[in-house]
């Protein structure tokens, strides 16, 4: 075979960059669509998490008669120690496959998360997380006094209030703009009753199912378990600092904590606030987020999900928030 027929089969260097940029070309088109389907997986699975957990609410009231708190604590608001908390996803334990971890936890409410059972604080319970979160997996923190290495971040907070926040009431009004956060834990008698879960938070601005100490039956949801949200997500978003064991986490925690004086946003949150909206920390701490594109995932009380858009109205979002406030709400 001549010179020249072998030069026939060799790639000139013209045409191999024409090879490169095609092959770039269809990697920029297949990319987008390649991230579309990974963030449809995610969204999946979020949805399935919170199902799961409204499912084990369900089966937690079909044992007790009554959903659990948002939290259980001895004190209310700033009443004095102890400040210890087991948050709701600490009763939701035994119903999500999660048993021998909630045996692991001494049965005394609130527990005082030292020593050995802070190992329930770090363990990883995966239908507590978002696949789309940026939060770490796991934060180092001290929260009142007690340092926790590894705390594992969580993805998920219950509904306690339709109007902590809300930016459209002018701020110094009552359940305006100007009440966020700090007033998560705030209530109007103290001390509050005592039920089953410990002292119980009273205040009008908790119209939510959820609250500290509430012993909330789903035949008390008059607008309708397919009407009222439970259990949101956010993940962490910081305006101004990082401060992992305070009040200002940004985040959530699952199972409980040392401390929830002013800290009830680390579990709980307000639906007053638009979702993925506001700006400042007692804002981005209080209201719900998640990196789905466009909104968030909320588990309804009748076990079903909705996503709930950026866009979805004042009225329509706190209507939802409320467990008996009779109003209208329509999909938007």
């Not at 399935?48 to 004190?75: E, I, W, Y």
């Not at 319970?125 to 006094?145: H, K, N, Q």
């Not at 998560?184 to 509050?192: A, K, L, R, Y």
């Not at 709980?268 to 701490?285: T, V, Y």
Request: hydrophobic fraction near 35%.
């Amino acid at each position: 075979m001549t010179r020249s027929k072998l030069a026939r089969f060799a790639f000139t260097l013209i045409e191999l960059l024409v090879v490169i940029a095609i092959i770039a070309i269809l990697i920029g088109l297949l990319l987008p669509a390649v991230q579309k389907v990974r963030e449809a997986a995610a969204r999946t699975k979020c949805s399935n998490n919170l199902k799961q957990m409204m499912l084990g609410m369900h089966a937690f009231h079909d044992v007790a008669s009554k959903l659990p708190p948002s939290c259980a604590r001895a004190t209310v608001g700033d009443g004095g120690a102890p400040y210890a908390a087991a948050y709701w996803s600490y009763f939701l334990l035994p119903y999500i496959e999660q048993g021998p971890l909630y045996s692991s936890i001494p049965t005394t409410l609130p527990p005082t998360w030292s020593g050995t059972t802070l190992a329930a604080l770090q363990a990883n319970v995966p239908s507590y997380r978002c696949a789309s979160t940026t939060d770490l997996d796991s934060y180092d923190v001290t929260e009142g006094g007690t340092t926790i290495t590894g705390r594992r971040a969580v993805s998920y907070g219950v509904v306690v209030s339709s109007s902590v926040g809300n930016p459209t009431t002018p701020p110094g009004t009552y359940n305006g703009s100007g009440e966020n956060h700090n007033y998560m834990d705030d209530p109007s008698i103290s001390p509050g009753p005592i039920g089953s879960y410990g002292m119980k938070l009273i205040h009008p601005r908790f119209d939510g199912v959820f609250n500290q100490g509430s012993e909330t039956k789903l035949l008390d949801i008059s607008d309708g378990t397919s009407n009222t949200v439970g259990i949101g997500e956010r993940y962490r978003r910081f305006a101004t600092g990082f401060n992992p064991g305070g009040g200002s986490c940004g985040g959530y925690w699952g199972v409980g904590g040392p401390s929830a004086q002013n800290e009830h946003s680390q579990f709980s949150g307000s639906l007053g606030i638009p979702i993925n909206g506001g700006s400042g920390d007692s804002i981005l701490f209080t209201g719900f987020s998640s990196r789905h594109t466009g909104g968030a995932n909320f588990a309804m009380m009748d076990g079903g999900v909705r996503f709930l858009r950026d866009s979805t109205t004042d009225n329509n979002r706190r209507g939802l928030a409320t467990k008996a406030g009779g109003e209208t709400t329509t999909d938007d």
